[in-house]
């Protein structure tokens, strides 16, 4: 019988749960998708934050990896899984904790050093490592797919999938070359796993990974989290938001996440929970990384903290005990709101998540919305400076540049976001800093789909509609997680 065509062992599908990840069992549909996946089917998986996605391609790997290799002159060494995620703040956190279980893992992203890359290359080829984590970026590198091509890849995780869809709240333009990047690796059996993805959302995954609807099987564990109490809360200013923070944190000892939209808002409540001596961390984007990381590892590992931040902080914070969850501000869409008040209550406990809504803030998501998408002229003006006044640009840094695009709109937003944009779509690259000198380089002509006007002007609606829904939620008077229910596309559901 050939190694593609092995009968799948329940018995070894449970003993490796058991004895590499301490479980006893499997939740919900677990089970059936490793089954499936180890019957070389394909499986989007839908699941709530915290429930267990990782499992389902992790024990699958090491039934592949751990099995009699099948030796052939094409590659060598153990099968590969291998794990295509966005998050390089993250992947040495899930690679560590895999080889803390005995697991053979490592990652491959920007993050290493050109020795420690060198390293990992050479031992990929030499046919070690069970689970290898990489971005999608890492495909442009000739040098690690001369070293992929070395290796059977028996499996395809395509972590964070709703990355792929630019219907999703987290478009990832390198994510669209999935497809192409199964096809080089000779289209193994692929898993795509996200926590959050409405029914548009759900098919466009599918279309990007270029299988027909009928190759891959739709695993939805829904969204509800009986634990966790929905409440919204009207305030008319910003003394009623920070009542509430403070009455939550008395009544609720534990951990706890306050989510604010503008960082310059959040530094005003972390000074008044100062000055009433109420102790705190604070996260956002504009911190340098390593100030981030001993922020995250503060809250990870220390009990009782409360911690005021933006959205930037969240992805990989795998806390059991978190017993609160507050939104100060409107989110932007049901999609980032019900992945950050996932974050709450994962050990099973009840969890309250709190949501103020003062309708001044409505005025700001909608100029936020504006700063997030630039037209089409604005990015080639933006890519015409950067061509020819790239070296003013990075010794001057952003302000300078900020002062000749927005003139005297000194609070607009929107160049941040297309920079950002022009480093995804591999324009340019470089850091870009607020306040200090740059170092930026083009690298590349503005794509084709940054020129289209329509499109991103579809785009700014299709964000609109769902800010839209964002009020429809704060205004329902009905069951709140009923609502949630159905605008996943998911009908009705039993509380």
Not at 47 to 71: D, E, N, W, Y
Not at 154 to 181: M, N, Q
Not at 353 to 366: G, P, V
Not at 467 to 474: D, P
Request: one cysteine or more; hydrophobic letters at 35%; a negative charge.
């Amino acid at each position: 019988m050939s190694q593609s065509h092995l009968p799948i062992e329940i018995h070894e599908i449970h003993e490796i749960l058991k004895s590499v990840f301490g479980h006893d069992r499997f939740r919900g549909t677990q089970s059936q998708i490793i089954e499936r996946v180890l019957d070389e089917k394909h499986c989007l998986v839908i699941m709530p934050t915290g429930m267990g996605k990782s499992i389902c391609f992790q024990v699958p790997a090491l039934v592949h990896a751990r099995r009699q290799p099948q030796q052939t002159d094409a590659t060598i060494g153990k099968p590969l899984t291998l794990v295509i995620s966005p998050l390089i703040a993250l992947m040495k956190d899930q690679v560590d904790a895999l080889v803390d279980k005995g697991v053979e893992a490592a990652f491959v992203n920007s993050s290493l050093t050109r020795s420690q890359r060198l390293t990992s290359y050479s031992n990929i080829a030499a046919g070690q490592y069970e689970l290898l984590y990489v971005t999608p970026e890492r495909f442009r590198k000739p040098d690690f797919c001369e070293v992929i091509a070395k290796r059977e890849i028996k499996l395809l995780a395509v972590d964070e999938a709703h990355c792929i869809s630019e219907w999703g709240h987290d478009f990832r333009p390198d994510y669209t070359r999935v497809g192409e990047i199964r096809e080089s690796l000779g289209n193994p059996t692929t898993i795509a796993l996200t926590a959050t993805a409405t029914p548009e959302v759900q098919d466009d995954i599918v279309r990007q990974l270029k299988l027909q609807p009928n190759d891959i099987q739709l695993f939805h564990e829904g969204i509800d989290r009986p634990n966790l109490s929905l409440d919204v809360v009207p305030v008319w200013d910003d003394d009623g938001k920070f009542d509430l923070i403070k009455q939550t944190r008395s009544e609720l000892p534990g951990s706890g996440i306050v989510y604010f939209t503008l960082i310059r808002k959040l530094m005003e409540f972390s000074d008044r929970l100062w000055d009433k001596n109420v102790p705190h961390l604070i996260y956002h984007g504009d911190l340098p990384r390593t100030a981030r990381r001993d922020l995250q590892d503060s809250f990870m590992s220390e009990p009782g903290h409360l911690v005021l931040a933006t959205n930037a902080f969240g992805m990989g914070v795998d806390k059991e005990d978190i017993r609160y969850v507050l939104h100060a501000d409107l989110p932007g869409s049901l999609e980032s709101y019900y992945q950050e008040i996932g974050r709450a209550g994962r050990d099973g406990l009840p969890s309250k998540c709190l949501l103020m809504y003062d309708e001044r803030d409505l005025a700001t998501q909608m100029e936020f919305m504006q700063w997030s998408n630039p037209d089409a002229e604005f990015y080639a003006r933006v890519f015409d400076f950067l061509n020819n006044e790239l070296e003013q640009i990075n010794a001057f840094g952003l302000d300078w540049l900020r002062e000749r695009i927005h003139h005297k709109q000194k609070h607009d937003r929107r160049l941040e976001t297309a920079l950002s944009m022009l480093i995804r779509w591999n324009v340019i690259e470089g850091k870009i800093h607020p306040y200090d000198r740059m170092n930026l380089k083009v690298i590349g002509e503005l794509p084709d789909q940054l020129k289209d006007a329509q499109a991103l002007s579809a785009k700014l609606k299709r964000d609109q509609k769902k800010l839209l829904a964002m009020l429809q939620y704060v205004k329902h008077d009905g069951d709140r997680k009923q609502f949630i229910h159905q605008y996943f596309g998911l009908g009705n559901y039993k509380s």
